[in-house]
């Protein structure tokens, strides 16, 4: 089977779980999930030669320039090991105004309920971070709710 139809299977398996209607990818290779919260989770075929998925959603909006450099600071350190990001990546999108939790999900080996999984755990953790974020972006001066580095040990 090639991978295009094993992600169309994928997502009807997605589909069926939440009870929606259809998830189609768009001429664009795209399509939407809505979080019970109201953010949007997209899902961005490839193609078939990449196989895989990116999964995103925004999880904060850019704030103007004085105040970059806090949320900026804030982001790099939910990124630190990817442990605070479950394994996805924060990036930001100078031109649309927003940072965004990315990750790739590679359908070859991938089953109904590891896709189910990883794309509902992705929907957590975006979940979680736009809720610290937009904690600590409330709390004037503070950082975020952990200390990655009394945290994690980093051994050699």
Known sequence: MDHTAHAQELLASLSSLFGAEALVLDEDGLCHLQHETGFTVTLVWQGEEAGAFTISSDVAEIPAHAERQSLYARLLRLNFLLIETGGATLCIDEDERFAFL?????????????????????????????????????????SPSFDAFSQHAIRS
Do not use: K, W, Y
């Open 102 to 142: 990315c990750r790739e999900l590679p359908v070859a080996s991938m089953n109904d309920l590891g896709f189910i999984d990883a794309v509902t755990d992705f929907m957590v953790q975006a979940a979680q971070i736009r809720g610290q974020l937009q904690q600590t972006s409330t709390a004037e001066g503070s």
